[in-house]
């Protein structure tokens, strides 16, 4: 991790992700800050507390061809993480419980890349075809009516 204010004094924290030795593909942060989301090329997407380094979840997908890149970011809201899969499928996992809350399957080959819009639960998935979506909320109330 580095302090963008003091670059060249080099990071300030290294931790590693459990055993995984696999090479990151993107490193993303929510909207907070709080957490940080890894996604490597053997199709793991670990979520990480941002100041300690702390792995709190880790969810598996497809491999991604060499040539692709596996992308997943969370929700507008942080409660929620999305990625695309080696098979061109879309997931989506919840934050605090770490379980798979729907997926959507698809006949791509290529992982989509995922982009929310901003302020709302609406996201778009590309490859070779452009796709948006909004998800039925009250499918995911399990998920978002706990929310405090």
């Known amino acids: ?3 963008a ?3 060249e004094k ?3 924290d290294i931790f590693s992700v459990g ?3 696999s ?3 993107v490193v993303k942060f929510s909207n907070d800050g709080r957490l940080m989301l890894l996604t490597t090329t053997d199709g793991h997407i670990h979520v990480l507390d941002s100041f300690r380094g702390t792995l709190l979840s880790t969810y598996n ?3 991604v061809s060499s040539t ?4 997943a970011s969370f929700s507008p809201d942080g409660m929620f993480v999305m990625s695309g899969s080696g098979d061109g499928s879309v997931y989506a996992w919840s934050v605090r419980s770490g379980k798979e809350v729907t997926s959507w399957l698809s006949t791509e080959s290529e992982p989509p890349v995922i982009k929310w819009a901003p302020g709302s639960l609406m996201f778009a998935t590309g490859s070779s075809e452009l796709s948006f979506w909004i998800p039925d909320l009250s499918k995911l109330a399990a998920y ?3 929310r405090k």
């Open 61 to 63: 997908v497809k491999p």
């Open 23 to 25: 090479d990151a593909n």
């Open 19 to 21: 055993g995984d030795m």
């Open 144 to 146: 978002v009516g706990g």
């Open 10 to 12: 080099g990071p300030f």
């Open 5 to 7: 204010r003091m670059y």
């Open 1 to 3: 991790m580095f302090d």
């Open 68 to 71: 692709a890149t596996l992308e």
